[in-house]
């Protein structure tokens, strides 16, 4: 499992940077710098929205790992592009508990390859 879920990481981060270039013009979502790592919002560990497009963007590498994803500038700009409804689902996930399941796994990969 574990090396499917690095899998799924790697398609699903690729198909977000992809995304980003043309959506965001391939700026980081949350300074508007040169981006080149997909920054998820609610942090990866919470498995029931890891690989939600809503939940992940381009971020740069400053942002996303020397100020641990740029929380507030990243809040402003998931309300600001969905609306405060998908922000507060988002939080909300947090208390979800998920155990990823194969097929899940799986679904990304094939999902996100095309």
């Known amino acids: 499992m574990p090396s499917l879920i690095k899998k799924a ?4 981060g690729l198909y977000i940077r992809n995304r980003d ?6 700026r980081c979502c949350t300074c508007g710098a040169i981006g080149s790592q997909a920054g998820h919002f609610v942090k ?6 890891r690989w939600h497009v809503q939940n992940v963007h381009l971020q740069c590498v400053q942002c996303n790992h020397f100020l641990d ?4 500038e990243y809040a402003r700009f998931i ?12 939080l909300e996930q947090k208390k979800v ?4 399941t194969r ?6 990969i094939a999902t996100y390859s095309k």
């Open 69 to 72: 994803g740029n929380e507030g």
């Open 9 to 12: 990481d790697a398609v699903f």
């Open 21 to 26: 270039a043309v959506l965001l013009q391939g």
């Open 79 to 90: 309300i600001n592009t969905y609306g405060i409804n998908v922000f507060n689902w988002l």
């Open 44 to 49: 990866r560990g919470y498995k029931k929205i």
């Open 103 to 108: 097929y899940e796994v799986e679904r990304v």
């Open 97 to 100: 508990s998920h155990k990823v």
